[in-house]
């Protein structure tokens, strides 16, 4: 019997970098959900179960705090927010990674996945 593929949030602006992210997600066997605001966070939440909320860099910091509380509530589930250099603005319980290689990023999400088992 095959495992299910543990689901991924992937919230994004720029539907360019949401690509490169579903692409190393997929390649390393997870199932791709994507969102764009806080209210397709809630619904996607509600209706599929993600196993982690991912939110890039791409989102203003008050959009990200919106979607962090919708995830919060919603998904019950780890949030990680990526970041280039100015550092992460959401507050704990997120995870935090800042953007570095295409392994270096799918390390991380497969621990927080790992972890959560």
């Given at each position: 019997m095959q495992a299910k593929r543990k689901k991924i949030l992937v919230v994004s602006r720029d539907p360019r970098l949401a690509d490169v992210r579903k692409k190393v997600l997929e390649s390393?066997?997870?199932e791709v959900l994507e969102a764009s605001d806080?209210?397709?966070v809630r619904k996607a939440c509600l209706e599929a179960k993600p196993h982690l909320?991912?939110?890039g860099y791409s989102l203003p910091p008050a959009d990200k705090r919106r979607v962090w509380v919708?995830?919060?509530e919603y998904c019950k589930t780890p949030i990680?927010?990526?970041h280039v250099a100015e550092?992460?603005?959401l507050m704990p319980p997120a995870y935090f990674h800042e953007a570095?290689?295409?392994d270096d990023f799918l390390i991380t999400v497969q621990t927080i996945v790992r972890q959560r088992l």
């Open positions: 390393a066997g997870f806080p209210i397709a909320v991912m939110i919708e995830a919060r990680l927010e990526l550092g992460p603005t570095q290689t295409a």
